[in-house]
């Protein structure tokens, strides 16, 4: 007669990984915090986004649709009123892009284990006994994702305006600076995280059946998941992108030091 099974063993332990699996999670928690602290500051600094020489507009005051906003930086109209010191400009565009952000499908595992622990990272159990996924408010509240997709688009176009107009000389001409390609780049870099969004790669091929009877839209489909592959560093990449050429507008509108000319 055979022994019953002895059944499962006994891990004491909260984890059996030896690696250092707290080191990504407190990487992006550092990151992250980061970029929203530089965020509250630049937002509420609220000054020093303009380059009227070159036409260079920070990207955290573009569009600037206030009326509080500086001679020549609202290239779409003012049809906000100046609502005072607490709420500067960007408030008006700023919840539309965050909230892109925040309901990325990335960022939310970025998040979820960096400032949740939920888990902190694979094969590590949260420190939580119950689970509700995001059946819950606020977290029901992700499932608007596509929503504010339709949303980042209008502004992923403005900033491209931004870095075109910023193809500007001293005199009025054509030129280019280091601030002009750095805007470039940061448009570039938008619409590469933009497109990359899985709300993007289902609304080019999705409810399709037949991709034979549908060639441009596989065509598309098949870009768009090319680009999802790569949707986590695109996501870092446009991050840190919108935050460094921000702090260079910033730098250059405030005289710390003149915008290097490549040409004029």
Same mark, same amino acid.
């Given at each position: ?6 059944? *499962?063993? *006994?891990?004491v332990? *909260? ?16 990151a992250?915090?980061?970029?929203? %602290? ?5 937002v509420?600094? !609220?000054?020093? @986004? ?46 539309? %892009? ?10 939310r595992?970025?998040? @979820? ?10 094969? %590590? ?17 992700? !499932? ?9 688009l ?5 900033l491209t ?11 009025? #001409?054509f030129?280019? #600076? ?14 590469? @995280?933009?497109?990359?969004?899985h ?6 091929? #999705?409810?399709? !059946? ?19 592959? *790569? ?32 040409? !004029?």
């Amino acid at each position: 007669m055979s022994a019953p099974p002895a059944g *499962r063993a *006994r891990v004491v332990a *909260r984890t059996l990984r030896t690696d250092r699996w707290w080191l990504p999670p407190l990487a992006t928690f550092l990151a992250l915090t980061a970029f929203v %602290v530089y965020g509250v500051v630049r937002v509420f600094l !609220n000054q020093w @986004y303009w380059v009227p020489e070159y036409h260079y507009l920070a990207p955290f005051f573009s569009p600037c649709l206030s009326a509080a906003c500086v001679p020549g930086s609202s290239h779409w109209g003012q049809p906000f009123p100046d609502l005072g010191p607490w709420i500067p400009p960007p408030t008006f565009v700023l919840p539309f %892009v965050l909230g892109f952000r925040l309901t990325c499908y990335y960022y939310r595992k970025a998040y @979820y284990r960096s400032f949740w622990a939920s888990p902190p990272a694979c094969a %590590v159990p949260e420190p939580r006994r119950r689970y509700t996924g995001e059946t819950r408010f606020p977290l029901l509240l992700q !499932n608007s994702h596509r929503y504010f997709f339709y949303a980042a688009l209008p502004v992923a176009a403005v900033l491209t305006y931004d870095a075109v107009i910023a193809f500007r000389g001293a005199d009025g #001409g054509f030129g280019i #600076g280091l601030g002009t390609v750095l805007l470039v780049v940061n448009a570039a870099l938008l619409w590469a @995280y933009t497109l990359s969004c899985h709300s993007c790669r289902h609304l080019v091929g #999705g409810r399709i !059946n037949h991709f034979s009877r549908h060639p441009v839209r596989y065509w598309l489909w098949t870009k768009a998941t090319w680009l999802n592959g *790569r949707h986590a560093q695109l996501a870092w990449a446009s991050l840190l992108s919108v935050a460094l050429v921000d702090l260079y507008v910033l730098l250059v509108a405030s005289g710390a030091f003149p915008d290097p000319r490549l040409i !004029n």
